[in-house]
């Protein structure tokens, strides 16, 4: 199931002059079925709603007064988002003649009253903004709206925007609507408002809710995934300046190049992207590298085997990702494992539709070509998964069939998309530019016309955090290392991380150093390879120091190292 959640104003959308016909409660009903929520969200006072709709239990959540105040049917609690504004500013509209309709928070007037009501805001002070809902001038505390108040119901329920479609009618819907993954209008809206939202119903007021139910019930809204406007998530930049972007549903991505090659340059940087557009995703991290991947939460170590039950709890919070740790399960049991945590995932998102993205790092480990084929089935289920590997030959074919969109990194770009290819019975793509650089890919989207794209990756300064152990003392790689060469490269010292960079820097004879130091070699490894800059910064001001001996400015950037990264204790003693 992609979309759990339905959210729908009321005036103007499910009513009629203040009248829901039955054909909108059947149709409520038939929703509610299906095993969706619904969520009802207006401007109404919740007593004033009582007396207009007598089926106000059909709904989860009620979001009453334009956002400022929750009620749950099934409890009959009701709890107000933020407190109401002082009674002064009520006086004083009602001194200057103003009819109001007063709520527990939300203080309301017609048109053309808004000048004064802004007038007495600013007189008094307060930090109060007014919205509109056709004649309707809404007072209410700043920063609360429809859409605020429905992420308030959503958190309640555990449920994401991203799992949600919303209708509604007025320029005070379109707050929830570009919370929501897919927003409609009904034929009855503003102009404005069915501009800003992805789809129109061809029918008017509830009539037009009806037609929307009936889309999400045949075939979760499939016919809409190509209007949807707001939510496409970047990964990086073309080199003609256009974004390049992916679907958010049911998109397969495999990102493939040599060891070192910057695979977790580029999946940290995508992770990113979703942690910030709010998308759950799940990562299946079998070498414990990403314990500071974007709003996650860790499960297992290597002393401790991750159970299933460990992960979706953590997934049961739209709010928090899941990295899953597999330094604990024996390599020959990674399959089985995962395996039975895909099976979870799946179930879940039958129910919830998230997590929104599966990552599978090291993915030859456990998709390899001889993986059990009773998994095959449910990998073909709806979902949007990321799958990284050195070498697509490592992969099963089933996998590398399902894929949408390769991201070849590193220096071997052809060989990549070429083997990718052959394995699908796919002609290969002919790449139209030089080698790519670090992060950097070369980005085949194999179901679309046209050829490769070489990007250049939305950086990532977590991605720095996330390698502060490997700089320490991981391995670069050959392309990556520092080397000390002197000044006629007479020496070619290879320091694959900070520590042999220091190890070696400090037995290197004075001229080696001083070479380097003063063409700036040490804070251009520091920028371009660590990613540091403000290591680099501060490493310039020692190369352009020249009263510093060799033996003082080594000293200088080795505790410039030390503050920052852990280092081996044979270093640091």
């Not at 729908?8 to 499910?14: E, I, Q």
């Not at 000390?484 to 020496?491: D, E, H, I, S, V």
């Not at 510093?548 to 400015?553: G, P, Y």
């Amino acid at each position: 199931m992609r979309y759990a959640c339905l959210a729908c104003d009321f005036d103007g959308t499910l009513a009629t002059d203040g009248h829901v016909p039955d054909s909108v409660t059947q149709a409520l009903i038939r929703l509610r079925a299906s095993g969706r929520s619904i969520i009802l969200v207006t401007g109404r006072l919740l007593e004033d709603l009582f007396n207009a709709y007598q089926h106000i239990d059909l709904f989860d959540f009620v979001v009453c007064e334009n956002g400022a105040l929750l009620y749950e049917p099934s409890t009959k609690i009701a709890r107000k988002l933020v407190e109401s504004p002082p009674q002064i500013f009520v006086d004083r509209l009602k001194v200057k003649g103003l009819t109001l309709e007063v709520g527990r928070v939300i203080v309301s007037t017609w048109h053309p009253h808004e000048t004064c009501v802004l007038e007495t805001i600013q007189e008094l002070g307060l930090d109060l903004h007014i919205s509109f809902n056709k004649g309707a001038v809404m007072v209410l505390p700043a920063g609360i709206n429809k859409g605020t108040g429905l992420q308030a119901a959503l958190q309640e329920m555990k449920l994401s925007a991203h799992n949600s479609v919303c209708v509604g009618d007025a320029e005070n819907d379109l707050s929830m609507m570009s919370i929501c993954e897919c927003s409609a209008a009904v034929a009855n809206a503003l102009a404005s408002v069915k501009e800003f939202a992805d789809v129109s119903m061809k029918q008017d007021h509830g009539h037009g809710v009806i037609e929307l139910i009936d889309k999400i019930l045949a075939n979760d809204l499939a016919d809409y995934s190509g209007h949807l406007k707001h939510h496409r998530l970047t990964i990086g930049t073309a080199t003609n300046g256009d974004a390049v972007t992916l679907p958010n549903y049911d998109f397969r991505v495999l990102i493939a190049g040599p060891s070192q090659s910057g695979k977790s340059t580029v999946s940290m940087s995508i992770l990113k992207q979703f942690a910030e557009a709010g998308y759950q995703y799940c990562i299946i991290d079998p070498e414990g590298e990403y314990e500071m991947a974007p709003r996650a939460v860790s499960v297992g170590n290597q002393h401790y085997i991750p159970e299933v039950s460990d992960i979706m709890r953590v997934l049961a919070n739209p709010n928090d990702n899941a990295v899953v740790n597999l330094l604990g399960v024996p390599l020959h049991e990674r399959a089985g494992f995962l395996a039975r945590t895909f099976a979870a995932v799946q179930n879940f998102r039958r129910a919830v539709g998230r997590p929104h993205w599966l990552v599978i790092d090291e993915a030859h480990h456990m998709l390899h070509p001889y993986w059990d084929h009773t998994f095959e089935p449910i990998w073909n289920e709806p979902g949007s998964i990321i799958t990284i590997t050195v070498d697509p030959k490592e992969i099963s074919k089933t996998v590398l069939s399902s894929t949408d969109l390769v991201l070849a990194v590193g220096n071997q770009t052809a060989y990549t998309l070429g083997a990718f290819a052959s394995l699908v019975e796919q002609s290969a793509p002919e790449i139209t530019f030089g080698p790519v650089g670090w992060g950097e890919v070369c980005a085949w989207f194999r179901h679309e016309f046209g050829p490769p794209i070489k990007a250049k990756v939305i950086s990532s300064p977590l991605d720095q955090h996330r390698h502060l152990r490997k700089y320490a003392d991981g391995n670069l790689g050959a392309q990556r290392s520092f080397y000390y060469t002197g000044a006629f490269g007479q020496l070619k010292i290879k320091c694959q991380n900070l520590f042999m960079f220091m190890q070696v820097g400090e037995g290197v004879d004075s001229d080696t150093w001083l070479f380097h130091l003063r063409r700036n070699d040490y804070s251009r490894w520091f920028r371009s390879v660590i990613g540091d800059e403000n290591l680099a910064d501060d490493t310039v001001k020692i190369e352009q120091n020249e009263k510093l001996s060799a033996d003082e400015s080594r000293a200088a950037i080795r505790r410039l190292i030390e503050r920052k990264y852990t280092l081996p204790i044979q270093l640091i003693a």
